[in-house]
């Protein structure tokens, strides 16, 4: 495992959800993927964090492990995956599932938001669809990189029930 921790200092502008997510389209349109990172801000300025791990709770641990440390209050996570309309499995295998951009911005008072933009490939390029945000405290906003809160597992089911249907009312 390869932790990369990157203290991008106190004079550092923390984006908005809106640019970081102009910055994430931007970058999977011109390299084709984005790797998972985490933007955290701390009352030192902004630091920068990857872990090249594919183990989800590895990574997960070692990003509580820089929160802690840094002091942190709020950050983004921002990553591909699946997305499917069926909360009753996993994204990564249902039938119908499509590719995602997720950007997540996480804060210690729970006031949670998180972008689901829909993209597909024809060939090379990246062509965006629907988008989807969700916003607010409770269970909106919930992921297993969410480590301010201590269920993070368990919190991810309600989520995706929720998501369902807000995803088919907003179809």
Do not use: C
Request: charged share 30%; no cysteine; net charge negative.
């Amino acid at each position: 495992m390869v932790n990369i921790v990157l203290n991008l200092g106190a004079s550092t502008h923390f984006p908005s959800l809106d640019e970081m997510e102009s910055i994430a389209r931007k970058s999977l349109v011109e390299r084709g993927r984005v790797n998972v990172h985490f933007l955290l801000s701390s009352g030192d300025g902004l630091v920068l964090f990857a872990d090249v791990s594919d183990d989800r709770d590895v990574m997960r641990i070692a990003l509580k492990d820089v929160v802690d440390r840094f002091h942190v209050d709020k950050y983004f996570a921002v990553m591909e995956g699946w997305f499917s309309s069926d909360a009753s499995i996993r994204p990564s295998l249902s039938p119908d599932r499509q590719e995602a951009l997720i950007i997540s911005e996480f804060h210690r008072d729970m006031n949670n938001r998180t972008v689901f933009q829909i993209f597909h490939r024809v060939d090379k390029e990246i062509v965006f669809d629907n988008r989807m945000l969700l916003a607010g405290k409770g269970s909106e906003g919930h992921s297993v990189f969410n480590i301010f809160v201590e269920d993070a597992m368990d919190e991810v089911l309600v989520d995706a029930q929720r998501l369902q249907k807000e995803w088919k009312k907003n179809g």
